[in-house]
């Protein structure tokens, strides 16, 4: 099956990790957008923002974004591909579904923001809202978006199927973890919650708990933490540097103030490292009590008495590295992989989405006759 992906990188993810790594597992053609230098591209990039609408409902639309939509729906032309799938709905698709009726085969597109944000509501419900039949499947990563999504795309055409993990790259380390502190990571920034972070340390700190916390974080998040003096902080570090942090944690301390999915927690549970985090959005999709502890939103004494009980007996956090592990193969490439390949192939023979016949994709697909995709429009 021949695939084209539009793809993106973000400057926080690692090199393994990220949505873009779809398209290396599938073995798809890809096509990303690229900086640019040069008083000439800088004219056209000033030139696109004088004449090109405002595009506030988008988090991250540039003019390379528009040119990489662009590239895509030509080379769609030439090799004429059995599918084009969106890796980003949420920023990079915009010009593609206002000239739909220029690509030559279904698009597929993957969403990855709460579906209770403004921006994402204004997009679908405003903005896009005479286009999105342009949208031959959707695919959402954690549950919850599951309601929003089928009421604006409509059931049939939305599917639930996880994010991925790269598990061999991120792997555990043989041999014991110190054993004179118990270490805790916490990892990014992007909706999580640093104020119930701050209480944790300062709880820990006030107990005299023998907790050492490792945040990687940016440095304009630094101020968030003043007062905490058992935090070590770590900024623009290899993918090996973090795992290696993830390796030698008891636990990664994740407080979140909402979420879909988050290589984070990928990440650290194919490390064999459990998670403690918050049982909000899609955080229960993929973490349940084998592979770490959730906790309510803005909980702080749950988690410092079970980091209290961790120092006390080390056995706690022991006790479910073998599952965090054991957990992350139920995401790992091969097996999104798996789940994907169904997907296109419902889709490029105009098959309609069973939301009830398979619950590992939070949909499924089945054949309900063999006639020609239902004409939508656009």
Known sequence: MKII???????????????????????????????????????????????????????DYKDEDWLAECKLLVRANIKRPDIVHILYGDDQLDTLLRWRRLLPCPLVATFHLPANRDSVKARFEQHHKHILGGIDAAIVVARNQLPDFQRWLGPERVVYIPHGIDTQRFCPEKGELNRDVIRLVSVGEHM???????????????????VEFNVVISEKCYPFFSGCSNVRFHTDIT?????????????????????????????????????????????????????????????????????KAGCDNREVFLSRRAGARAKSFEFDWQQIKKQMLLLYEAVRNGLPIDLKSNTTLGGGFTKQGQGQRAEIKR
């Open 239 to 307: 993918e090996n540097q973090l795992i290696n942090l993830y390796r030698k944690a008891d636990a990664l301390l994740l407080p979140i103030l909402d979420a879909t999915a988050n290589n984070a927690v990928l990440e650290s549970m194919a490390c064999g490292t459990p998670v403690i985090s918050t049982a909000i959005g899609g955080i229960p999709d993929y973490v349940d009590e084998t592979a770490g502890w959730l906790f309510p939103k803005g909980e702080v004494d749950g988690i410092v008495g079970l980091i």
């Open 192 to 210: 999580r919650d640093l104020e119930a972070l701050h209480r944790i340390m300062d709880e820990c700190r006030n107990l005299k708990l023998p």
């Open 5 to 59: 992906y539009l793809v993106k990188r973000y400057h926080h993810h690692t090199a393994s990790g990220g949505y873009d790594r779809l398209a290396q597992a599938m073995g798809g053609t890809v096509v990303g957008r690229t900086g640019r230098g040069g008083l000439g591209n800088r004219v056209v990039r000033r030139l696109w923002r004088k004449w090109s609408r405002p595009r506030h409902y988008l988090l």
